[in-house]
Structures are given as C-alpha cells and as structure tokens.
C-alpha cells in the first residue's frame, strides 16, 4: 500500500547557523579577504577586496565568566561593534567593529573592568605573562590551555599544563544519590570502572580501583566522586601541539615536566615552569616559529639545556 503524499516540510531542531551571529561586514566580505594586518597587539585589521574594512580587538577573560561580566562584555559590544562580539577557543573574546576611531576608546573600557575570580592556576599563570599576552612580544602566538584531567579536554596547545589525580575518586555516599544521575556518571568513565551499588540502603556507585586511570571524568558528572586532593593530585606539562597547518603540520603535545606539587594559592612550580619555556622560546625562537617548531628545530637536549 503506498503512502499518502506528503505535504509538510521538515523544520530542523537543533543550534542555528554561526553565519546568522557573524557582523554583516564580515558577511558581506565572507571568503573574499584581501589583506589583514596588526596595527597593535590585541588588534587585527581585515581589509577585504571590497574595500570593506573591520577591526577586531582581543581581550582576555579570566575563563570562568559571570554573568554580571557577560553583561558588561555585552554593552561594551551594543556601543562599540553593533552588538557583535565571538569568544575564542581558549575563552577569550573578540569585538568586531568597521570604525577605527572606536578601537582606542574600547580598549579603554576593557581594561577598566580588570578581570578576577578565574582558576587559580589559570589566574596564577596569567597575573605573570599578562603583559606577554598585552604586548604580543613572542616570535608567533602561543596558545596555553589548562585541562582538570589527562584526557585533557584543553586540546593541543604550544604548553598546555594538565592535572594529574594519582589515586581513585573518594565517594560520598551520603550525598551521591541526592545530586548526582547515576547513569551519567557511569557513562561517563572511559574505561568502564564505574557501576551501580546500593549502600546503607541508598542507591550509590563504586569504583573497581584495577580499572581506574584516575583521569577525573567522573568528578564533572558527579561532585560527590572528589577526585582532587592537595597531596595527591599533581601537574604536567606538555609542549609542541598545533592544531593549524600553517608552515608546518599538525602536531601532538610531548610532556616536559610531571609531578609538580598542588600548591595552592599560587602554584608557583607550575608558573616557574611555564615562565622558563616561554622566555627561552621568546629568545631563541625565529620570527613565525611557532613552539613545537623551536623545538624540532634545537632538538630536545639543548630545550631541556635552556629551559
């Protein structure tokens, strides 16, 4: 028996299209580019074959954004860029405007609002290389990134500094079954160490601790699976990632450094170790090098040498 015809159109659910967020010069210039420059660090200008220009300006964030900052990044945004701005991969974010004479005055406004209450290692690391990140004075840009687990969600990054927890998640079971969806922290281990139990008559999970890599997935799904702890979390970091293939490949991070301590308030191993990297890649690194091509280029021993 064949079916009726149709005479309905599918609506599709689902995120709508970037390009409906993108400033209309950016969209009446899309793919038709013709130069862009720096005219100072923290700022891009796109001239397009049209002649069509867009300044873009760059402010850090300080990662974990309230949403009494993002009203603030948003009137910024309604007064300068016709309401137009884009957060980065790293979170930071970018305001596009056609007018030149708005750039001065925006920055003036950005950097009156100052930025507090990120993550402490994250906040640590950059309250030292701020002015590296101001001033744009390495030999090509350098991406950081931070990941709370060794699956490091933060991606392949020139250093990138990743938790390491050395002992399996510590479970309240008092409190497990009042806030956490047991389904989803079970999915959400990688290796399959997680599965359900019942516990003074409550319904809880336990770990099979042979499984357990310790990576920390858990702990997102779940805070009552702690898997933090002073002593027994420490930190890595890895070096030479490249998502682009700009010059040269894609590559994978190599780790450099482990076992740093946790050690809050400041994390200053973690800082040091960072600090010594870049101010050894800013010297030795040629123009458009990028780290991960330092590196190859020097070889390892003389990298660990001046670092």
């Given at each position: 028996?064949?079916?009726?015809?149709?005479?309905?159109?599918?609506?599709e659910s689902g995120p709508?299209?970037?390009?409906?967020?993108?400033?209309?010069?950016?969209?009446?210039?899309?793919?038709?580019?013709?130069?862009?420059?720096?005219?100072?660090?923290?700022?891009?200008?796109?001239?397009?074959?049209?002649?069509?220009?867009?300044?873009?300006?760059?402010?850090?964030?300080?990662?974990?954004?309230?949403?009494?900052?993002?009203?603030?990044?948003?009137?910024?945004?309604?007064?300068?860029?016709?309401?137009?701005?884009?957060?980065?991969?790293?979170?930071?974010?970018?305001?596009?405007?056609?007018?030149?004479?708005?750039?001065?005055?925006?920055?003036?406004?950005?950097?009156?609002?100052?930025?507090?209450?990120?993550?402490?290692?994250?906040?640590?690391?950059?309250?030292?290389?701020?002015?590296?990140?101001?001033?744009?004075?390495?030999?090509?840009?350098?991406?950081?990134?931070?990941?709370?687990?060794?699956?490091?969600?933060?991606?392949?990054?020139?250093?990138?500094?990743?938790?390491?927890?050395?002992?399996?998640?510590?479970?309240?079971?008092?409190?497990?079954?009042?806030?956490?969806?047991?389904?989803?922290?079970?999915?959400?281990c990688p290796v399959a160490?997680?599965?359900?139990?019942?516990?003074?008559?409550?319904?809880?999970?336990?770990?099979?601790?042979?499984?357990?890599?310790?990576?920390?997935?858990?702990?997102?799904?779940?805070?009552?699976?702690?898997?933090?702890?002073?002593?027994?979390?420490?930190?890595?970091?890895?070096?030479?990632?490249?998502?682009?293939?700009?010059?040269?490949?894609?590559?994978?991070?190599?780790?450099?450094?482990?076992?740093?301590?946790?050690?809050?308030?400041?994390?200053?191993?973690?800082?040091?170790?960072?600090?010594?990297?870049?101010?050894?890649?800013?010297?030795?690194?040629?123009?458009?090098?990028?780290?991960?091509?330092?590196?190859?280029?020097?070889?390892?021993?003389?990298?660990?040498?001046?670092?």
């Amino acid at each position: 028996m064949s079916s009726p015809e149709r005479t309905w159109k599918t609506i599709e659910s689902g995120p709508h299209t970037y390009k409906e967020a993108l400033h209309p010069v950016v969209i009446n210039n899309y793919g038709k580019w013709k130069y862009h420059e720096i005219p100072r660090p923290g700022v891009l200008k796109h001239v397009g074959e049209s002649g069509d220009t867009l300044f873009t300006v760059r402010a850090g964030t300080p990662r974990q954004d309230t949403v009494d900052m993002v009203r603030q990044l948003c009137d910024i945004a309604d007064r300068y860029c016709d309401g137009h701005l884009r957060f980065t991969v790293r979170n930071n974010v970018e305001f596009l405007t056609p007018n030149g004479e708005n750039v001065e005055p925006m920055i003036r406004d950005l950097e009156a609002m100052g930025a507090t209450d990120a993550s402490g290692v994250v906040k640590s690391m950059m309250d030292t290389l701020y002015n590296e990140f101001k001033h744009m004075e390495m030999p090509n840009k350098v991406r950081l990134s931070t990941s709370c687990c060794s699956i490091n969600c933060g991606g392949q990054a020139d250093i990138a500094v990743v938790v390491k927890h050395t002992r399996p998640p510590r479970i309240n079971h008092d409190h497990l079954s009042m806030i956490c969806e047991l389904p989803k922290a079970v999915a959400r281990c990688p290796v399959a160490a997680i599965r359900p139990t019942v516990v003074n008559g409550k319904r809880s999970l336990m770990v099979d601790e042979a499984k357990c890599i310790c990576c920390g997935a858990c702990f997102g799904a779940c805070p009552a699976m702690e898997i933090n702890h002073p002593e027994h979390s420490k930190f890595a970091i890895w070096v030479g990632g490249k998502n682009s293939n700009a010059r040269s490949k894609p590559s994978t991070m190599s780790i450099v450094a482990h076992n740093l301590p946790n050690n809050p308030p400041r994390w200053p191993e973690v800082t040091d170790a960072v600090g010594r990297i870049l101010t050894a890649y800013k010297a030795g690194g040629r123009p458009w090098e990028r780290v991960g091509e330092w590196i190859n280029r020097i070889g390892w021993k003389r990298f660990f040498e001046e670092t």
